[in-house]
């Protein structure tokens, strides 16, 4: 039972941030603003924060070609992760799969070709009669397949987003963003760091053909290992790329270029710009205290509290000592308490302005007190 005062506390007074965010990173480093990028749209995020760090037009509606598949995989790892699907499942190739037009993988009508198979040849090839014999395989149809990768689109509340089909080929009314591109990308990689790796695969041999991956950047920046390009004539030359330094991840996402060239050119340039001048922190480990509430009329006289996620900040290099925290805490915590119960939050402010937020949650669980415990914090209560 939580009384509904709230007192705001700094965190540097609790437990362990005395040392607020101790520890300088080095010299503060001036943050030029964003490249100017050519492409339709564009966005840069950091993986772990969420924070967009470089974006121009991502929420607008475009075309995305072979990014399409990025969720064609992800419904495809859910059907795994549920059992609903394996690995070595056999695929019978439908003629409409085989006839796909487009990039392909080149399995044949008649044929059976394992679930793992067709992954790779759709992430690592692009092959779109892979991602038809996917998904008919999963739903009947690509069609109904089409209405599964909305529902997940929803679920993960890409908001400018709405699938037509599993390939990316252009349709009426298939159109996503940069920014739900990125979301989905980030949802890949969280959720699915076992099939992750095939996003970094340089090439793939399937039936004696052997196809190179699209995406440049594999050979020419080390820190990239992943994910998705994509050309139409209608979307331009598209390209999601995800990279890792230092324990550092972005996610650059650009859209309607004119080049291959230009697409991994504005790639790099978002890359190197959210590498060169930010850095990530981890600043509360889920499940870590990171501050203690007083409980009245219980079993024990205070909890710790502390977030359920892992919670990340992205901010300008050489910034960290300047970052302040502070809690807001209920006024009055009355028992019981159940433990994972929502009680507070922490917000993570540099420069006065907020930069991120979590609910923090009792760690402990506190039952009522006796009596006797419940008499005395009575008449405390009335002093207070």
Not at 9 to 18: G, I
Not at 60 to 84: C, E, N
Not at 189 to 202: D, G, N, T
Not at 336 to 359: C, F, K, Y
Request: aromatic residues 8%.
């Amino acid at each position: 039972m939580t009384e509904s005062s709230r007192t705001r506390v700094p965190v540097f007074c609790l437990s362990l941030f005395c040392l607020i965010l101790a520890n300088l990173a080095g010299a503060q480093v001036p943050v030029p603003a964003a490249p100017d990028l050519g492409a339709r749209g564009y966005l840069l995020l950091d993986h772990n924060s969420g924070q967009t760090l470089a974006s121009k037009n991502e929420t607008q509606r475009l075309d995305p070609a072979s990014i399409t598949k990025l969720m064609t995989a992800y419904a495809v790892f859910r059907a795994l992760r549920s059992g609903q699907v394996k690995l070595d499942d056999e695929v019978l190739v439908s003629e409409k799969a085989w006839r796909t037009s487009g990039s392909r993988m080149f399995i044949e009508v008649g044929t059976r070709v394992t679930i793992q198979d067709l992954l790779q040849g759709m992430i690592v090839q692009s092959g779109n009669d892979a991602s038809v014999a996917l998904a008919e395989h999963l739903a009947g149809t690509e069609q109904v397949f089409a209405q599964v990768m909305n529902q997940y689109a929803a679920e993960l509340g890409m908001l400018n987003t709405q699938y037509q089909n599993a390939t990316g080929l252009p349709s009426a009314d298939h159109f996503t963003s940069a920014a739900d591109i990125a979301r989905l990308a980030t949802a890949i990689i969280r959720e699915f760091p076992e099939f992750y790796a095939w996003y970094s695969q340089k090439e793939f041999t399937y039936n004696e053909i052997t196809q190179r991956n699209r995406n440049q950047l594999l050979w020419r920046d080390p820190s990239v290992d992943g994910m998705k390009t994509g050309m139409t004539d209608a979307a331009g030359y598209c390209l999601v790329s995800s990279a890792e330094r230092d324990g550092m991840r972005l996610i650059a996402v650009v859209l309607g270029t004119k080049s291959a060239t230009a697409r991994a050119r504005d790639s790099q340039a978002l890359l190197n710009y959210g590498f060169r001048f930010f850095e990530t922190r981890l600043l509360y480990p889920a499940g870590d205290s990171v501050a203690e509430a007083r409980v009245w009329k219980g079993t024990a006289e205070v909890t710790d509290l502390g977030p359920q996620n892992d919670l990340y900040v992205t901010i300008p290099r050489g910034r960290y000592g300047q970052l302040e925290s502070q809690v807001d805490l209920p006024g009055r915590l009355i028992a019981p308490v159940d433990r994972s119960t929502r009680l507070g939050t922490v917000r993570v402010n540099l420069d006065e302005q907020m930069i991120a937020e979590a609910n923090l949650f009792a760690l402990n669980k506190i039952d009522e007190g006796t009596l006797w415990q419940i008499a005395k914090d009575s008449i405390l209560l009335w002093f207070e």
